[in-house]
């Protein structure tokens, strides 16, 4: 159960003051965390940690903005699920948990050994194309991947093998 300073906005938000030190006493955030909730879901939003991450997200180093959870927020690897956080591009940082490197949620963190030199706007279109020509996307008749009704009550009913 976390029970962390959080301070009522408005009937849908709240925030952790950014001097919250942390339940260790030695947290140093650079901004708040804003969390967007309903008074009827804080009961649920403090049941873990998840605050506590969203106070650790917002000590990352070039952090811009605010350490923000969205309404889904639950605990995750690092980062909460549901969390967001915008970092400059100079002194920011690029984090695994924020992807969400367990499953991943649909999003890839990809590390190549091209440099800032070797991509400018042509060639980024360029890949971003390819990736839609072969990454199934979509969904229902739009979507490359066909699924008939009996199959996707098979995946339900037994899961992916």
């Known amino acids: 159960m976390w029970n962390g300073p959080l301070v009522k906005i408005d009937d ?15 947290l140093s955030m ?5 969390v967007y909730v309903s008074e009827h879901m804080l009961p649920q939003v403090r049941k873990d940690d998840a605050l506590e991450q969203v106070a650790n997200v917002a000590t990352l ?3 811009v903005g605010k350490s923000l959870a ?3 927020i ?3 690897y690092g980062f909460p699920i549901g969390g967001v956080a915008a970092t400059d591009e100079e002194e920011g940082v690029i984090s695994p948990g924020g992807v969400g490197f367990d499953i991943n949620c649909g999003v890839r963190l990809v590390r190549t050994s091209l440099s800032i030199n070797d ?4 060639k980024v279109k360029q890949l971003v194309d390819r990736l839609f020509q072969n990454v199934p996307s979509g969904l229902g008749s739009k979507g490359t991947v066909r699924v008939s009704v009996k199959e996707i009550n098979e995946v339900l009913e037994g899961g992916a093998r």
């Open 30 to 34: 650079r901004t708040s965390g804003r």
């Open 70 to 72: 969205m309404p889904d």
């Open 74 to 76: 639950h605990w995750g």
């Open 61 to 63: 180093p070039g952090i």
């Open 119 to 122: 991509v400018d706007d042509e």
């Open 12 to 26: 849908y938000r709240y925030e952790i003051p950014q001097n919250y030190r942390g339940k260790n006493g030695s």
